[in-house]
């Protein structure tokens, strides 16, 4: 490799310090682009040149190139709006690096907002408002408003959007102002375009003032929605977002204005589409009328639809939103289950998405469809997405009970196939079936056995132990085949040794004569070998158990437990209800309250009216729920129960006494002691002082429109 070096006079070879060398020299041949072509040059086609080449080198994060600021600032007052673009481009980028040199461009910005050309006009106000340099702020306040009154509505346009900007730099000048008081003046404005603009632009100052109430009246919603088929696509997003601030107080004017927003669920843009979905869900909670609501929840199915022919990522967001309306409104895509059906080339993630759609509008007339599909699914290559498929036959075996027997088949015909994390997955699904439906398919447990040797993963050895354990009474060598797992006990992940201690001394209880040798030695492992809390702590707790009454210990560990359900991963009723109000936004792709995604956001809660009905919302059943459990025991009087240390000491210490007495008959006669003086130390109990109960579903402060309020139009007031 070669370096750059020079001969000094003294004969010495230096090498000279390579990136700086080109660095400068970069700079100054900018320079001389820059200053060059002089009067020849009319249409400035080297200064042109020589600029682009500058924003090239700016947006690439080159930080040198803010040595040409002077050179730039002279060429701002060149008429020439492409080279004006640059120019500001450059001013906006590097005015916090140096806010002295940019102030020298501060008078020619000024003097551009007087241009004849409006299109300057509005860049330079544009311009102005994008830099965060106190100066510049105080100094945009005045021509905004002048250009709030402009008589091009492309300059009104962008002077509105600048009154959220400098909302964002300086809140208290724009509230000293009369900036908000103008944009609310804006609304009556005849272009529909500036009506948008405003109302954006006071939405979103809305969002980050606490200050600040939104008052939104039937006459404004009504005459936001007269203007939507002349805004723009993003003007309607705009008034379609606004209209979610509005409160209806009449079933009937809800219904009005869900039906005259309707048509804008056949635009072309999705964001269109996904706006005016999410304001028709919000206003059918006003909606007393269930016909009504039924139509106009067969509208939202073809929209949706739609949305999944245009590309991967929109289609998700369809997707993902899909989900979330289903929980609230099940009667959406009743119908359309095979538009989910997944194509050979969907990215994993919609297929993932779809598959989980497949398994919420599966019923009985189509499970048939239903299992065919995830048959197919199934056999594809991608591992993640094959378990996922198993895993739904599982989860629909647990949701349709008159299929369950359908689902199995399909399972088994999966298992035959030997494919080692098919089989996995199918044993995990089968030990949640039995957990369904308890005493009902034992057949298929030989099955079961005869794959043992293609279980490596925690989750399916957990599984198939479960069942050992569970069954170990039908299971004729459920000894033997513990045994096995137990040979690695020691370097089993924690999921398996829990599951290995529970099904030994499950096999223990249902058969003495084969569980009496493999007791002791897991009850020893468990709470002398192991470093885990869990794990000893269950091995003391089974111990103590055995040792005191067997038939007790029958009932605890063998008794009746509530069979699972397919519904444990629907959302809270209070997230799905505030969700609900944010469809077609970020979070509902997590599926996530608003502000654990975007902690500034302000929440969106339903504002009670006359028109609200309540009966109908996710969080009504809770409601009665709490209310019930509340006053169970004492009439309507809550039950209070008052701590008392005296009485909880007394019984700790009557219970030690009663395991100090029966605690080394028992286990002589079991064999489970070995010397020792008990179980290991004595039991400790936590006497806490009381604590908090935390309610993540506690209503949170918000602003309500107040009927009556807003009458002159104005939407926003101080």
Same mark, same amino acid.
């Given at each position: 490799?070669?370096?750059?070096?020079?001969?000094?006079?003294?004969?010495?070879?230096?090498?000279?310090?390579?990136y700086?060398?080109?660095?400068?020299?970069?700079v100054?041949?900018?320079?001389?682009?820059?200053?060059?072509?002089?009067?020849?040059?009319?249409?400035?086609?080297?200064?042109?040149?020589?600029?682009?080449?500058?924003?090239?080198?700016?947006?690439?994060?080159?930080?040198?190139?803010?040595?040409?600021?002077?050179?730039?600032?002279?060429?701002m007052?060149?008429?020439?709006?492409?080279i004006?673009?640059?120019?500001?481009?450059?001013?906006?980028?590097?005015?916090?690096?140096?806010?002295?040199?940019?102030?020298?461009?501060?008078?020619?910005?000024?003097?551009?907002?007087t241009?004849?050309?409006?299109?300057?006009?509005?860049?330079?106000?544009?311009?102005?408002?994008?830099?965060h340099?106190?100066?510049?702020?105080?100094?945009?306040?005045?021509?905004?408003?002048?250009?709030?009154?402009?008589?091009?509505?492309?300059?009104?346009?962008?002077?509105?959007?600048?009154?959220?900007?400098?909302?964002?730099?300086?809140?208290?000048?724009?509230?000293?102002?009369?900036?908000?008081?103008?944009?609310?003046?804006?609304?009556?404005?005849?272009?529909?375009?500036?009506?948008?603009?405003?109302?954006?632009?006071?939405?979103?100052?809305?969002?980050?003032?606490?200050?600040?109430?939104?008052?939104?009246?039937?006459?404004?919603?009504?005459?936001?929605?007269?203007?939507?088929?002349?805004?723009?696509?993003?003007?309607?997003?705009?008034?379609?977002?606004?209209?979610?601030?509005?409160?209806?107080?009449?079933?009937?004017?809800?219904l009005? %204005? =869900?039906? !005259?927003?309707?048509?804008?669920l056949s635009?072309?843009?999705?964001? #269109?589409?996904?706006?005016? @979905? *999410? +304001?028709?869900?919000?206003?059918?909670?006003?909606?007393?009328?269930?016909k009504?609501?039924?139509?106009?929840?067969?509208?939202?199915?073809?929209?949706?639809?739609?949305?999944?022919?245009?590309?991967?990522?929109?289609?998700? %967001? =369809?997707? !993902?939103?899909?989900?979330?309306?289903?929980?609230?409104?099940?009667? #959406?895509?009743?119908?359309? @289950? *095979? +538009?989910?059906?997944?194509?050979?080339?969907?990215?994993?993630?919609?297929?993932?998405?779809?598959?989980?759609?497949?398994?919420m509008?599966?019923?009985?007339?189509?499970?048939?469809?239903?299992?065919?599909?995830?048959?197919?699914? =199934?056999?594809?290559?991608?591992v993640?997405?094959?378990?996922?498929?198993?895993?739904?036959?599982?989860?629909?075996?647990?949701?349709?009970?008159?299929?369950?027997?359908?689902?199995?088949?399909?399972?088994?015909?999966?298992?035959?196939?030997?494919?080692?994390?098919?089989?996995?997955?199918?044993?995990?699904?089968?030990?949640?079936?039995?957990?369904?439906?308890?005493?009902?398919?034992?057949?298929?447990?030989?099955?079961?056995?005869?794959?043992?040797?293609?279980?490596?993963?925690?989750e399916?050895?957990?599984?198939?132990?479960?069942?050992?354990?569970?069954?170990?009474?039908?299971?004729?060598?459920?000894?033997?085949?513990?045994?096995?797992?137990?040979?690695?006990?020691?370097?089993?992940?924690?999921?398996?040794?829990?599951?290995?201690?529970?099904a030994?001394?499950?096999?223990?209880?249902?058969?003495?004569?084969?569980?009496?040798?493999?007791?002791?030695?897991?009850?020893?492992?468990?709470?002398?070998?192991?470093?885990?809390?869990?794990?000893?702590?269950?091995?003391?707790?089974?111990?103590?158990?055995?040792?005191?009454?067997?038939?007790?210990?029958?009932?605890?560990?063998?008794?009746?437990?509530?069979?699972?359900?397919?519904?444990?991963?629907k959302?809270?009723?209070?997230?799905?209800?505030?969700?609900?109000?944010?469809?077609?936004?970020l979070?509902?792709?997590?599926?996530?309250?608003?502000?654990q995604?975007?902690?500034?956001?302000?929440?969106?809660?339903?504002?009670?009216?006359?028109?609200?009905?309540?009966?109908?919302?996710?969080?009504?059943?809770?409601?009665?729920?709490?209310?019930s459990?509340?006053?169970?025991?004492?009439?309507?009087?809550?039950?209070?129960?008052?701590?008392?240390?005296?009485?909880?000491?007394a019984?700790?210490?009557?219970?030690?006494?009663?395991?100090?007495?029966?605690?080394?008959?028992?286990?002589?006669?079991?064999?489970?002691?070995?010397?020792?003086?008990?179980?290991?130390?004595?039991?400790?109990?936590?006497?806490?002082?009381?604590?908090?109960?935390v309610?993540?579903?506690?209503?949170?402060?918000?602003?309500?429109?107040h009927?009556?309020q807003?009458?002159?139009?104005?939407?926003?007031?101080?």
């Amino acid at each position: 490799m070669f370096f750059p070096h020079y001969v000094s006079p003294t004969g010495v070879t230096t090498f000279a310090p390579a990136y700086n060398r080109s660095t400068q020299g970069k700079v100054a041949e900018l320079r001389i682009e820059l200053n060059s072509g002089g009067k020849k040059d009319k249409n400035y086609a080297a200064k042109k040149i020589a600029l682009k080449k500058i924003v090239a080198n700016m947006t690439m994060s080159n930080n040198d190139m803010v040595a040409l600021f002077p050179d730039i600032v002279a060429c701002m007052e060149i008429h020439s709006l492409e080279i004006k673009k640059m120019c500001f481009l450059f001013l906006v980028n590097y005015a916090r690096l140096k806010p002295d040199v940019a102030l020298q461009a501060l008078p020619i910005l000024q003097q551009d907002m007087t241009d004849s050309n409006p299109l300057v006009r509005a860049l330079a106000l544009r311009t102005m408002s994008y830099i965060h340099v106190k100066e510049f702020v105080e100094a945009t306040v005045p021509p905004t408003k002048h250009l709030l009154r402009d008589a091009d509505p492309y300059v009104r346009k962008t002077a509105a959007f600048c009154v959220a900007k400098l909302y964002d730099h300086d809140r208290g000048l724009v509230e000293q102002s009369n900036l908000i008081d103008l944009l609310n003046q804006m609304l009556r404005d005849d272009n529909p375009t500036v009506v948008a603009s405003a109302l954006a632009s006071l939405m979103d100052i809305w969002e980050r003032s606490e200050a600040i109430k939104l008052t939104i009246d039937y006459g404004n919603a009504s005459k936001m929605v007269q203007i939507l088929p002349d805004c723009s696509e993003w003007g309607q997003t705009y008034i379609l977002e606004a209209l979610m601030s509005y409160v209806p107080q009449d079933p009937a004017e809800a219904l009005l %204005l =869900a039906e !005259r927003i309707s048509p804008r669920l056949s635009h072309s843009n999705s964001a #269109v589409v996904l706006t005016c @979905i *999410r +304001v028709i869900l919000y206003l059918m909670n006003y909606i007393a009328d269930t016909k009504q609501i039924s139509i106009l929840c067969r509208k939202l199915s073809p929209p949706l639809v739609t949305l999944l022919a245009k590309g991967p990522e929109v289609q998700y %967001l =369809a997707l !993902r939103n899909a989900l979330l309306i289903l929980q609230k409104r099940p009667e #959406v895509l009743r119908n359309d @289950i *095979r +538009v989910f059906f997944c194509k050979y080339n969907d990215p994993i993630y919609v297929k993932v998405t779809k598959l989980e759609l497949i398994f919420m509008l599966a019923t009985e007339k189509n499970i048939e469809e239903v299992l065919t599909e995830l048959r197919e699914y =199934a056999t594809e290559i991608d591992v993640h997405f094959v378990r996922k498929s198993v895993r739904a036959i599982g989860k629909l075996a647990i949701k349709i009970e008159s299929a369950a027997r359908r689902c199995i088949n399909t399972l088994l015909e999966l298992v035959a196939t030997k494919v080692t994390y098919i089989v996995q997955e199918a044993t995990v699904v089968i030990r949640n079936i039995f957990r369904k439906y308890p005493n009902q398919y034992e057949s298929i447990i030989s099955t079961l056995c005869e794959n043992l040797d293609s279980l490596d993963e925690p989750e399916a050895k957990a599984a198939m132990i479960w069942v050992i354990g569970e069954y170990a009474s039908r299971i004729e060598n459920s000894d033997v085949l513990l045994e096995d797992f137990l040979f690695s006990f020691a370097d089993e992940a924690v999921e398996v040794q829990l599951a290995l201690l529970t099904a030994t001394v499950k096999l223990f209880i249902q058969r003495p004569t084969k569980g009496q040798e493999l007791v002791p030695k897991v009850l020893k492992w468990a709470t002398e070998d192991t470093d885990n809390p869990d794990l000893r702590d269950r091995g003391y707790m089974y111990w103590r158990l055995l040792s005191s009454d067997m038939a007790t210990a029958k009932l605890i560990v063998m008794g009746e437990k509530p069979p699972i359900t397919a519904e444990s991963e629907k959302l809270d009723p209070a997230t799905l209800e505030e969700m609900c109000l944010n469809v077609g936004t970020l979070a509902t792709v997590y599926l996530k309250p608003v502000q654990q995604v975007f902690r500034s956001a302000r929440p969106r809660r339903l504002i009670d009216s006359p028109a609200l009905q309540k009966h109908n919302l996710p969080t009504a059943n809770r409601l009665d729920a709490q209310k019930s459990l509340s006053a169970f025991g004492n009439g309507a009087q809550p039950v209070m129960s008052p701590r008392r240390n005296g009485d909880l000491d007394a019984a700790v210490d009557a219970a030690d006494e009663f395991f100090a007495g029966v605690g080394s008959q028992g286990m002589a006669s079991m064999g489970i002691n070995g010397g020792d003086d008990g179980f290991g130390g004595s039991p400790t109990v936590g006497r806490g002082d009381g604590g908090y109960v935390v309610n993540q579903n506690a209503p949170q402060q918000f602003y309500q429109p107040h009927a009556g309020q807003g009458t002159n139009g104005d939407l926003l007031m101080l």
